[in-house]
């Protein structure tokens, strides 16, 4: 365990960079994108799979983007939320109805606070004062790194450091529908779950677990709010995950991809909900402000036009279709373009997925190991089938390049 004292004694080169030692050194700067594709300070081109974890959804720089932004730049930035701009309507309208409408929208400016939100709108909903506030999240899950969201995410290992955190979260095992039933007590206001767990590995929940959550919910009084942000915005091939799971939750979240990179979150709730807030009781400076809004718009627009969740269904299957047969791979799981590749136990037991992921970088191409196990791959829902052949390639190469022996029930040399 790293002790404050160890900190301390750090080497002195790391003790005169000005960053907090949160995010390790980095092994790439880029400088450029355009599309799917990335350029680092030498040069050097990269095939970008991850979309800086699902967040340019329309690839880099796409021109319609860039142009609203440059555009709102030189008209207005900010003017605080004592009054009101232009594009918040616009977009809160937008989301509502594909969301299915009946809805009301607060903007933020991150994933973890739209969750912050959605968790002080339950508990104001519920009468938490009264003892109806507690969240319950399920193990393995990702809601974020504020103190409440990370106590809401099902991970203790990342809470241990910070305790004690804000009280009122409870956790179940995912998928566990038993477990989930004996924690809905009279305490609870909120269920809050993932569509698919990003983070946890890129697990899909089933319609049957959802509509289980939803009878549960609506029985005990309690609300359903859904984390889409990451798998939120066409990403699983609707516009939102839950919309293939056959349920209506009372809250949504968003961030990731509704600014292609420029911070904005969003806390959708049914309009019954939202009700329970009142002038004072939530707010944000930057939140809906007109350059985020002005980006989200011309996100929206696009993406509408481009029906990138059906876009997503057919690149998800071609990815599918060219990963899944590789010997060094033992499935591929997800939904649309929120995909996880698991090696084989034969591949890992020479090479783990953060080996081949740092090997993926070197020879140009972008993805992360969101588990020991796998590979993540989140790409532009703009990405073209050349692309999606180019990265199904290279990936092959670098796999069969670092474990040539590593084929399921092929005679493999240990040594
Ligand atoms: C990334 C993520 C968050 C946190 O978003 P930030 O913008 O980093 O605060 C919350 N929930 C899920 C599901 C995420 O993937």
């Known amino acids: 365990m790293t002790t404050h004292r160890d900190a301390m004694e750090a080497p002195a080169e790391l003790v005169r960079c000005p960053m ?5 050194p980095p092994s790439v700067e880029f400088v450029r994108g355009e599309g799917s594709w990335l350029w680092d300070l030498q040069g050097t081109k990269y095939l970008d799979l991850l979309s800086g974890l699902a967040v340019t959804s329309l690839g880099h720089a796409h021109p319609e983007v860039a142009d609203a932004v440059a555009a709102q730049a030189q008209t207005l930035l900010h003017v605080s939320n004592l009054f009101g701009t232009e594009h918040q309507a616009p977009v809160a309208g937008t989301l509502d109805r594909l969301l299915g409408g009946g809805g009301q929208v607060f903007f933020c400016n991150s994933g973890a606070e739209a969750n912050e939100a959605a968790i002080k709108l339950a508990r104001k909903w519920a009468g938490a004062p009264a003892g109806k506030y507690q969240v319950v999240s399920a193990l393995g899950s990702f809601h974020g790194r504020t103190l409440a969201t990370l106590h809401a995410t099902g991970q203790p290992a990342k809470h241990e450091p910070f305790q004690p955190l804000p009280e009122g979260f409870r956790h179940v095992p995912w998928a566990d529908v038993d477990a989930l039933d004996a924690a809905l007590d009279g305490t609870v206001a909120a269920v809050l779950l993932e569509a698919v767990q990003g983070e946890g590995g890129v697990n899909p929940a089933t319609a049957e677990y959802f509509a289980a959550v939803r009878q549960l919910c609506t029985e005990r009084d309690v609300l359903f709010m859904v984390d889409e942000v ?28 509704l600014g292609n990179g420029v911070p904005i979150g969003a806390c959708w709730a049914d309009a019954s909900v939202a009700a329970a ?5 939530h707010a944000t400076t930057y939140g809906g402000q007109p350059l985020a809004t002005a980006a989200a718009r011309a996100v929206l627009a696009v993406m509408e036009r481009e029906d990138v969740p059906a876009r997503a269904v057919a690149a998800g299957a071609r990815f599918r279709a060219g990963l899944e047969v590789l010997p060094a791979v033992t499935g591929v799981r997800g939904l649309g373009l929120l995909l996880a590749v698991e ?20 020879e140009g191409v972008v993805v992360n190991a969101v588990t020991p196990t796998a590979l993540r791959l989140a790409p532009s829902l703009l990405i073209t089938d050349d692309e999606v052949d180019e990265g199904v390639s290279r990936i092959a190469a670098v796999l069969e390049a670092l474990a040539p022996h590593a084929a399921p029930g092929s005679d493999q040399e240990t040594t």
């Open 20 to 24: 907090m030692p949160t995010y390790g």
């Open 230 to 257: 990451q798998t939120g915005l066409g990403r699983c091939g609707s516009w939102f995950a839950h919309q293939q799971l056959g349920v209506r939750p009372d809250v949504v979240t968003m961030a990731k991809a």
């Open 277 to 281: 807030f009142e002038p004072g009781d």
């Open 343 to 362: 090696l084989s136990p034969e591949f890992l037991a020479l090479r783990p997925s953060k080996v081949v992921a740092d090997a993926l970088l070197e």
